[in-house]
C-alpha cells in the first residue's frame, strides 16, 4: 500500500500540473478587481442620491486641491472692495469675514461638489444661502455664549439662545406671521441684522463666480425649454432659459480618473487556486499578475529604510517565514461546510452566526390607538400625548429594540459576510487545493492577505479550512494531543483551562457523544453548538471549530477500530498565555508576571484572566458592604458578574498601553447588558463603567507591574527622543521597526453643512462624534453649541471624564432630539509639519515594541518548523497551527525561540539603537529624565530589569503555549 503522504503529495502535483488552474487563477484576481470596483461604485451611487458626492475621495482631494486659488481670489475680492471699490459690497464682506475666508471657500466648493451636475444655478446659489445663514447662526450663538463667560470660565447667561431655538419650536402651528416676528426678534439680539439675512443670495452668488473663475475647473451652460403656460382659459408655451453649471472637461476627466483609480486600489483580494509567487524581495510576491498588486510590507512610514533592510543578510529569514506561510496547502472541510450552509439556509443562529432572522416587527395595540384618539379629541396634541402616555413609553420600550435590532447595519454586514464566506468555501471546494498570500505590517506582524476566506479569520473561517496535505496519526503522543484540542475547543465548565489529564478524561468520557454528532451533526446540535457558550449572546464561540474537532475525533475513532492509520488533516492549535504580557515578563526578568502568564513550570496552567476575574470579584464582594447607596448598588450588579470574558479585553490590552478611557469602551457593552435600563440614561451608565473599570484596574496591579515599568521605560525614552525630533528605529531577528508619526499643522475650518460638523485637516480620520436626527439644520447647530456651552460648565465645575460626546448627549437630551453615533469626516489643506508628534510616538511605542517582539518569535519559529521538515502552518499573532503529528515539535520549537530571543537583551538593544543618532547633549538630557523619574530612577540612567526570572524555566512549563 502506497504511503497517503506520497499519494497526497502527488495529488498535488497532478494538481499544479493543469495549466486550466492558472487560468481559473488569473480570472480569479481579474474578478478581484471587478468585484472592488462594483463595491465602490455602489458606495458612489448612494453618495451621489444623497446629494453627498463630495465626500467621495477623488472629490475630496479635488477640493483640497481648489480651496487655495478660491481663498487667493476671495482675499483679493476683499482688498479690492477695501480700497473704495465697490462700495456696496460692503455688507457682504461683513459677512464673508465674520464666516472666515477658509470657510467661505469651503462652503463653497461642497456645495458645487456636491450638486454641481444635478441643480440649477439658482438652486445650487439658493442651497449656498442656506448653508451661509445657517453657519452665521450658529456662529453668532457661540459669540453670544463665548462672550457670557466670566473670568473663572462659568457661564452667566442661561440657556437663552437654545431657549429661544426651542421656543420657536413649540410654537408648532403658530401664524407664519408671529413666527417671523419672533425670528426677527431673534436674529437681532443674536447680531444678524436683516441686512445681513438679505445678502446671503448675494454673497452665495459671488462665491460662485469666483470660485468659477479661479478654479477655471467649472463652465457655465445655458438650457432653452418650452414651458407650458396657461392664459385667459387659453394654453401657450413660452421659452425659458435654465443655468447650470458643468465640471470642465478637464475636471470631469480628472475625477473619472480618479474614481477609476480608487475603483481599482480597493479590490477584493481572494484566495488563490495556485501557490503565491514567492517573495524575493520587498515588492514582488503573492498574486500571479499584476492586475492584484501586493506589497511585502502595509503601509511603511517612508520606504528608504526598507531598501536598506532588505540588503542584509537577515532580511532573508523574514522572506522565508512569510513564503513558508503562504506555502502552506489548504482546503475545505466539506462536512463543516455543508452543516453551516445548512442551518444558515434555515436561518438558525450557531456559532458565530449573525442573528440572521428578523423579529416580528411590533404594532402598536388597538388600546393605544383609542387612548390616542381620545387625547385628540380633547384638543391634545399628538406629541403632548407620546410624553404623558405610560402605556405608550412601556409599548416603545419594547418595541423600539425590535426595530433597531432588524434595521441594524451591522447585522445585516454580517449576514452577508456570512453568506459570502460559505459561498466561497463552495467554491473553492470544488478546487480541492487552495492557497493564501501573505504580507507583513510595519511591525513585522504577518496577515492573510484574503479579505473573504481565511485561516485568520473567525471561527467559521477555522471550522471549514483543514490542511491539504494528509499526515499519518501514528503515535500516542498525537492521539492525546487530539483529544486534548478536542477538549479546548469544547470550552465550557472550565474544561478548557484544566490541565491535560483532564482535558485528557473529558474527550474519552465524551466519546460517545461525540460519536452521536459525527453520525447526526444535524440531530445533535443542541449539544455540539453550545461549545463555549455565551450565555449572554446565547451562543457557543467556538461551534465551528469543536464539531471540526468532533469529526476528526470520530475518524480517528474508526481507524483505530479498524486496525488502519488514520491520515489527518485537522489542524492542531496552541496560544499563548497573554502574549504581552509573556515577553514583558521575559523582557524584564519579572518573576510574577511571568508566573500568571505560564514563564514560569506550574503543575496547572496558570490563566491571568481568570486570576483578575477573580480578584476583581473579592473587591466587588467586599463593596456589598458599603454604606454608600451606589457603590452597594453597582457591587450587587457586578457580584457574580465578573468572569473571564468580561475582563479579558481590558487585561489582553494593558500591555499595548490601553487608557482608562479605552478600558471603559471596551467594557460598556457588557455593562449595559447587565443594566439595559440605563442604556440611553449615559451619565449614570457610565458611573457604573467606571466602577468596573477601577476595580479592574486594581485587581490588575500585581499581575502587570512588569509590563506597567516596561511600558513607563518605553514610553519616557520615545516622548524624550520625539521632543528631541528623533525617529525611534531598532531592528529585531532582521526586521527593522521605524517609529515616525508625524504632527501636523492644522487650518480648521469647522461648519454646520448637511447636519454633520466638517473640518478640514490633514488626512481622512475617524473622530467619534453624533449623527442626530434632527429637523433641520438649525437644530444640529443649536445642539452644537449648547454641547459647547455644556463643555465649559462642565470643566468650570471640575467634572471629570466629562468629554464632547458626553457634551453632545446631555444637550440632545435638553433639547428632547435622538442621535445615533457616526464619524466625523475631515479632509486636508496643508502639508504635514515634517515634526514628530510627540504624543502620538509615546503612546505608539508600547504596541509597537510588543507587536515587534511576538513577530519575531513567530518568524523564527516558523523558519526553524521549516527546518525540521514541516511545510503546512496555521497563524494568527500568538496562535499557531501545524499537522497533527507535529504537535509536539511546535511545543519545543516555540519554547526554545522564545527563550533563545528573550536571552538577547531586548530593551538594551532598543534603547541602544535609539541613543546611536543621539547627540551628547542630548543623551545628558535623556540620562536625567530617566534618573527623575519616580519609578525608573532606582534604575540609575539604565534599562529596567526588575527580577530574577529564569528564562529556561520557559522549557519546563508545559502551559506556555497550549491548546
Known amino acids: 500500500m502506497k504511503n497517503p503522504t506520497t499519494q497526497v503529495c502527488n495529488a498535488v502535483a497532478l494538481a499544479l500540473a493543469d495549466i486550466g488552474r492558472y487560468e481559473r487563477q488569473e480570472q480569479r484576481e481579474q474578478q478581484g478587481i471587478v468585484d472592488g470596483e462594483t463595491r465602490y461604485k455602489r458606495a458612489m451611487a448612494k453618495a451621489e442620491e444623497a446629494g453627498r458626492a463630495g465626500a467621495m475621495p477623488p472629490e475630496v482631494a479635488m477640493t483640497k486641491r481648489l480651496v ?71 456662529r453668532a450663538i457661540k459669540a453670544k455664549f463665548e462672550s457670557t463667560i466670566d473670568e473663572d470660565g462659568k457661564s452667566k447667561a442661561g440657556l437663552w439662545g437654545w431657549l429661544a431655538q426651542e421656543k420657536l419650536r413649540q410654537m408648532g402651528n403658530a401664524p407664519p406671521s408671529a413666527k417671523k416676528r419672533f425670528l426677527a426678534d431673534w436674529h437681532l439680539k443674536a447680531g444678524l441684522t436683516e441686512e445681513f439675512q438679505e445678502k446671503q443670495l448675494g454673497v452665495a452668488r459671488l462665491l460662485i463666480d469666483l470660485v468659477v473663475d479661479s478654479t477655471e475647473m467649472f463652465e457655465r451652460r445655458d438650457e432653452n425649454e418650452m414651458v407650458q403656460v396657461s392664459k385667459n382659459g387659453e ?56 492586475h492584484l498588486k501586493l506589497e511585502l510590507i502595509k503601509r511603511p512610514h517612508k520606504t528608504a529604510y526598507i531598501r536598506q533592510m532588505a540588503e542584509r543578510e537577515e532580511f532573508g529569514s523574514v522572506l522565508a517565514a512569510v513564503n513558508g506561510l503562504q506555502n502552506t496547502a489548504w482546503r475545505i472541510n466539506t462536512r463543516v461546510a ?64 425590535v426595530y433597531e435590532h432588524n434595521d441594524s447595519l451591522e447585522r445585516k454586514n454580517n449576514i452577508k459576510k456570512t453568506a459570502d464566506t460559505l459561498v466561497e468555501a463552495r467554491n473553492l471546494a470544488e478546487e480541492g487545493i487552495v492557497w493564501f498570500p501573505w504580507n507583513l505590517d510595519n511591525r513585522g506582524r504577518m496577515y492573510n492577505a484574503s479579505n473573504s476566506l481565511s485561516d485568520q479569520g473567525d471561527d467559521l473561517n477555522k471550522g471549514i479550512l483543514e ?9 500516542a503522543d498525537a492521539e492525546e494531543d487530539l483529544a486534548v484540542q478536542v477538549a479546548t475547543a469544547w470550552s ?47 451562543i457557543g464561540n467556538t461551534a465551528w471549530t469543536f464539531l471540526a474537532a468532533c469529526f476528526e475525533w470520530a475518524a480517528f475513532l474508526r481507524a483505530k477500530t479498524e486496525g488502519r492509520t488514520h491520515v489527518s488533516h485537522f489542524v492542531y492549535r496552541v496560544d499563548g498565555s497573554c502574549n504581552g504580557l509573556q515577553h514583558y515578563g521575559a523582557a524584564l526578568r519579572c518573576r510574577t508576571t511571568g508566573a500568571a502568564v ?34 452597594a448598588r453597582a457591587a450587587r450588579t457586578f457580584n457574580d458578574n465578573v468572569g473571564r470574558s468580561f475582563v479579558k479585553r481590558p487585561v489582553m490590552t494593558t500591555p499595548y498601553a490601553v487608557t482608562s478611557r479605552g478600558i471603559d469602551s471596551q467594557i ?70 521605524l517609529q515616525a508619526y508625524q504632527r501636523t499643522e492644522l487650518k480648521q475650518v469647522r461648519t454646520f453643512l448637511h447636519g454633520k460638523t466638517k473640518v478640514l485637516k490633514l488626512k481622512k480620520e475617524k473622530t467619534t462624534s453624533l449623527e442626530i436626527d434632527c429637523d433641520n439644520d438649525e437644530q444640529l447647530a443649536q445642539v452644537e453649541q449648547l454641547a459647547e456651552m455644556l463643555l465649559l460648565q462642565a470643566k468650570a465645575d471640575g467634572k471629570k471624564n466629562y468629554g464632547l460626546r458626553k457634551s453632545q448627549q446631555d444637550a440632545m437630551k435638553a433639547l428632547k432630539l435622538e442621535g445615533k453615533h457616526s464619524t466625523r469626516e475631515t ?70 525561540e522564545f527563550v533563545k530571543l528573550h536571552k538577547k537583551p531586548l530593551l538594551q538593544m532598543f534603547f541602544d539603537e535609539v541613543k546611536e543618532v543621539m547627540t551628547d547633549e542630548q543623551l545628558a538630557g535623556l540620562d536625567a529624565a530617566l534618573k527623575a523619574h519616580p519609578t525608573l530612577g532606582k534604575f540609575n540612567g539604565g534599562v529596567p530589569i526588575i527580577g530574577d526570572l529564569d528564562l529556561d524555566d520557559v522549557m519546563n512549563s508545559k502551559y506556555f503555549f497550549a491548546p
Open 827 to 896: 479632509i486636508s489643506i496643508q502639508r504635514p509639519t515634517g515634526k514628530l508628534d510627540v504624543r502620538r510616538q509615546a503612546a505608539g511605542i508600547g504596541p509597537n515594541f510588543i507587536h515587534a517582539a511576538d513577530a519575531a518569535h513567530a518568524r523564527n519559529t516558523i523558519v526553524s518548523l521549516l527546518k525540521h521538515g514541516v511545510t503546512a502552518f496555521s497563524f494568527v499573532h500568538d496562535s499557531y497551527g501545524v499537522p497533527l503529528r507535529h504537535a509536539r515539535l511546535l511545543d519545543r520549537v516555540l519554547r526554545e
Open 492 to 538: 465550557n465548565d472550565g474544561v478548557e483551562k484544566g490541565t491535560f489529564e483532564e482535558r485528557l478524561a473529558w474527550t474519552y468520557e465524551n466519546s460517545d457523544k461525540i460519536l452521536a454528532v459525527d453520525a447526526d451533526p444535524v440531530g445533535t446540535v443542541d449539544w455540539w453548538s453550545s461549545a463555549d457558550w455565551d450565555k449572554t449572546e446565547k
Open 467 to 475: 490542511f491539504a496535505q494528509g499526515e499519518p496519526v501514528d503515535n
Open 235 to 290: 394654453i401657450t408655451y413660452k421659452p425659458l432659459v435654465r443655468s447650470y453649471l458643468d465640471y470642465t472637461d478637464e475636471l470631469e476627466q480628472m475625477l473619472k480618473e480618479g474614481h477609476e483609480t480608487m475603483a481599482r486600489l480597493r479590490p477584493m483580494y481572494p484566495a488563490m487556486v495556485v501557490p503565491p509567487t514567492p517573495w524575493t524581495d520587498p515588492y514582488t510576491g503573492g498574486y500571479l499578475t499584476p
Open 668 to 737: 460598556r457593552e457588557d455593562v449595559e447588558k447587565l443594566l439595559p435600563e440605563l442604556k440611553k440614561k449615559a451619565k449614570e451608565l457610565m458611573k457604573f463603567v467606571v466602577y468596573a473599570r477601577t476595580h479592574i484596574q486594581a485587581a490588575l496591579a500585581d499581575a502587570v507591574q512588569g509590563a506597567r515599568l516596561g511600558m513607563d521605560f518605553l514610553q519616557l525614552v520615545a516622548r524624550f527622543a520625539a521632543d528631541e525630533q528623533v525617529p525611534v528605529k531598532w531592528s529585531i531577528e532582521g526586521f527593522t521597526v
Open 338 to 401: 455543508e452543516v453551516a450552509t445548512l442551518f444558515f439556509k434555515d436561518g438558525v443562529r450557531i456559532g458565530t452566526f449573525p442573528d440572521l432572522r428578523d423579529k416580528p416587527a411590533p404594532t402598536m395595540p388597538q388600546s393605544l390607538h383609542d387612548e390616542k384618539a381620545a387625547a385628540r379629541a380633547n384638543g391634545v396634541k399628538v406629541a403632548d400625548w407620546k410624553k404623558g402616555s405610560d402605556a405608550y413609553k412601556a409599548w416603545c420600550k419594547k418595541a423600539i429594540p
Open 68 to 138: 487655495q486659488p478660491v481663498v487667493i481670489a476671495l482675499e483679493d475680492w476683499v482688498k479690492d472692495v477695501e480700497s473704495g471699490h465697490a462700495r456696496q459690497f460692503a455688507t457682504h464682506i461683513l459677512m464673508i469675514k465674520a464666516l472666515g475666508i477658509y470657510s467661505c471657500a469651503y462652503l463653497a466648493l461642497t456645495i458645487m461638489m456636491n450638486d454641481v451636475t444635478r441643480l440649477q444655478t439658482s438652486t445650487m446659489c439658493h442651497k449656498l444661502a442656506n448653508a451661509l445663514r445657517l453657519e452665521m447662526e450658529a
Open 598 to 631: 505560564n514563564l514560569v513550570p506550574g503543575e496547572r496552567p496558570a490563566d491571568v484572566y481568570r486570576e483578575v476575574a477573580a480578584k476583581t470579584q473579592l473587591l466587588v464582594t467586599k463593596d456589598l458592604l458599603s454604606t454608600d447607596e451606589f457603590t
